[in-house]
C-alpha cells in the first residue's frame, strides 16, 4: 500500500476426501481430488481488500487421463462448501495422466471483513467429468486470520 504496509497469516491445511475406488485391485477411470500446499493472505488496508496466493495440487487418481476441467475458488465462514460462498475465481485445470497431477497456482482478491475465513476448491464444480468418485471434488483451507 502507499505507506508500505503489509500483513500476512498462515494456515494449516485440512483435506476433505474419500479413498479412491477401487476395482480388481486398480483405480479405473477419471477421480480428481486436490490438496492445499500453501496459501497466504495478505491486507490491504488502504483499500481494505485481501489477496490470497496459493497453490493446490490436483491429483489424477484415476487410470484414464482427465480433460481440461475447472477448479472454483470460494471464501467461506467455514469448512464446509455451500451455494451461498463468495466465489472468487475460476482457473483452469490441464488434463492430467491417470496416476498423474499439476499444481495450480492461484491469487484472488477479495473485500477484507476482519473475520476469519476458509478458501474452499470445488474441482470439476460443472460436473462436466464423468468420475469414479463424485464425492470428493472439494478441498477447504485452514482457517485463515
Known amino acids: 500500500d502507499p505507506g508500505g504496509l503489509s500483513a500476512s497469516d498462515q494456515c494449516s491445511v485440512v483435506v476433505n476426501g474419500a479413498a479412491p475406488v477401487v476395482v ?3 483405480s479405473s477411470g477419471v477421480d480428481l481430488v486436490g490438496q492445499w500446499l500453501s ?3 495478505s491486507v490491504n ?14 491429483k ?4 484414464q487421463a482427465s480433460p481440461i476441467s475447472m477448479l472454483y475458488v470460494y471464501q467461506s465462514l ?4 455451500q451455494g451461498t460462498d463468495l466465489l472468487l ?9 491417470g496416476g498423474g497431477y499439476v499444481d495450480v497456482n492461484l491469487s484472488l482478491k477479495a473485500s477484507y471483513n476482519r473475520t476469519g475465513v476458509y478458501l474452499i476448491g470445488v474441482l470439476d464444480a460443472a460436473k462436466a467429468i464423468v468420475e469414479t ?4 471434488n472439494t478441498v477447504a483451507s485452514g482457517l485463515i486470520q
Not at 489424477?60 to 487410470?63: A, D, H, K, P
Open 24 to 26: 480388481n485391485n486398480n
Open 39 to 41: 496459501l497466504t493472505r
Open 45 to 58: 488496508w488502504w483499500s481494505r481488500a485481501s489477496t490470497y496466493r496459493g497453490k493446490i495440487r490436483v
Open 60 to 63: 489424477n487418481l484415476g487410470s
Open 78 to 81: 467455514d469448512s464446509a462448501f
Open 89 to 97: 475465481g475460476k482457473i483452469a485445470v490441464s488434463s492430467i495422466s
Open 133 to 136: 468418485d463424485e464425492t470428493n
